[in-house]
């Protein structure tokens, strides 16, 4: 074996929109591994599928409701799709800080934001085609969505924003926690206990007053309001929580609420993943 | 950017660096040191001591209690990128994407470090053909041997062509016939003149043969700093090693009454060392018999294991 010592060319350096190149760099390093990891794919699928296709036309069967709670619940549970999979996502973070590169990454010239940046873009990717699939399912089960281009922008707008705070909650605690198992362990309560609260597959009205006024607190009431607006064009989510009769004020106000809940979860995350990396 | 910014005093500065962990572990106490352009210097003592902290604040992994440290005049506290720009690491724990080739961990590197494209691509060439990788580049880290890796790990640390080169225990783990092997890969960095390197260790003879100077570490405090030579000189020619029945501490007393050890021999567990520094090992051998302490007795040359065992107290390999 030869030596390094026959090395001597000097690379030259790059220095163009460097923040996008490394993000991008980062961001195709996530998304490989992922691919490499088809369980990040297929598991947060599982539930949500079960749920549109199978519970939510049993429970209409079983129920006596009409055709409008089928479509009801394939839109509910897109709110669980996301929180699931962005949870998913953030256990490859802990991986990534046990026996992957992570330290690499972080002993390389670049902002350190720019990591959690990086898996954000790869968790949205990847949600985007979940919930792409999943209303794929639904439709071809025959669910009926009743979308204007209009509406399908709130709906794309209120599940990015919702996705992206989620990801920041995932990134945060899988700053905070030290094992993959006890990440594990708190998802439940984070991704699922919301979903049954926030009007999934009931509307908020029916829950008892106490707790129909906790859950206008969630995120994640105003994401689902809105995504039926957009989706369905049902009004009656909105109207649960604001309690007025201008839809479009309405959802304005609960995608204010969505996007200040992405906001403040990125910077926390972003903040305690700085924080973590520099001990 | 240059990396240049001091390229006539010290690459590496530090000045009283300082590390207290939450819970008040104090791993590193108020360090100094410089490193020269093109140097190759090491940091050795012990697991424990302060090697890898030191090397963390360096690499802006770890964040100083007290201090101040600088890469090629780049303070690490408050210019991180660009002190991270000028510098790569071998960390000692695998740092790899099990998954992932080694030639996307290498692309990825220069990715990161700004490394045009077609520089990136020759050099990663260049470097897989110097340390045996070519025939490795397209498989997946998880098929890699230890050694493999390890030189995987060291080639990506090269892609950027760094200023500073951090090697943090790099031959810890391997069998003897792999750390050789990659001994000689690292003693190949030395030609690299305008390349500085910190390597830790607590091998001894890695930090003899790597290093033109070596600062020993113990309890997050620098006990020596000089080349390994001067370091050795310090312990006279030779050194009689003699094991003892009774109180090694009378021993050494006697010894010294006697004449026959100076203020720098020492005695860790039964054994005492008697560094010779005007007389020859048979004097000293038959003085110390004619005092009947010794229930064995034998002259060797010094080692920096001795010179680790009289500031410390400590046996190197043992703490390790």
Known sequence: ?279 | MTATKTKESAMIEVRNLSKTYPGGVEAVRGIDFDVGVGEVFGLLGPNGAGKSTTVGMLTTTIRPTAGRARLGGFDVATEPLRARSISSVVFQDPVVDRVLTGRRHLDLHARLWGVEFAGARARIDELADALGLANLLDRPLASYSGGERRRLEIARALVSDPRVLFLDEPTVGLDPRIRHELLDVVAGLRSRRDMTVLVTTHYLDEAERLCDRVAIIHAGRIAALDTPDALLAGLGREIVELRVAGDPGSALARLRARNVAGSDAFAVGATVTVPLHDRGAGDAIAAIHELGLAQTIGARKPTLDDVYLRLTGDRLAGAA
């Open chain 1, 1 to 279: 074996m030869s030596t390094a010592t026959e090395v001597a060319t000097l690379p030259r350096r790059s220095i163009v929109f460097p923040g996008l190149a490394s993000l991008a760099t980062l961001a195709r390093r996530r998304f490989q591994l992922t691919v490499r990891t088809p369980r990040e794919l297929i598991v947060p699928l599982v539930t949500p599928i079960l749920f549109a296709l199978v519970i939510a036309p049993a429970l209409k069967e079983a129920l006596h409701t009409s055709a409008d709670y089928e479509s009801l619940v394939a839109v509910g549970t897109v709110g669980l799709l996301i929180p699931l999979n962005t949870m998913f996502s953030g256990l490859s973070v802990i991986g990534d800080r046990e026996q992957g590169a992570q330290r690499e990454l972080l002993a390389a010239p670049i902002r350190r934001p720019l990591l959690v940046l990086g898996n954000l873009v790869v968790a949205l990717t990847i949600t985007a085609f979940q919930v792409v699939t999943l209303l794929g399912f639904a439709l071809a089960r025959g669910i009926d969505f009743n979308a204007s281009g209009r509406g399908v922008i709130w709906f794309v707008a209120a599940a990015v924003l919702f996705a992206v705070g989620m990801y920041g909650m995932a990134e945060t605690l899988a700053s905070r926690v030290p094992t993959q198992e006890e990440y594990i362990s708190r998802v439940p309560a984070i991704a699922i206990v919301p979903w049954f609260l926030a009007g999934s597959l009931f509307p908020i009205s029916a829950l008892p007053d106490w707790l129909t006024w906790i859950t206008k607190f969630l995120p994640l009431t105003h994401g689902l309001a809105v995504m039926r607006y957009g989706l369905l064009g049902d009004t009656s989510g909105l109207h649960n929580i604001w309690g007025t009769h201008d839809a479009t004020a309405m959802a304005t106000l609960s995608l204010l609420v969505v996007a200040a809940f992405a906001a403040l979860m990125v910077a926390v995350a972003i903040r305690t993943f700085t924080k973590a990396a520099s001990r």
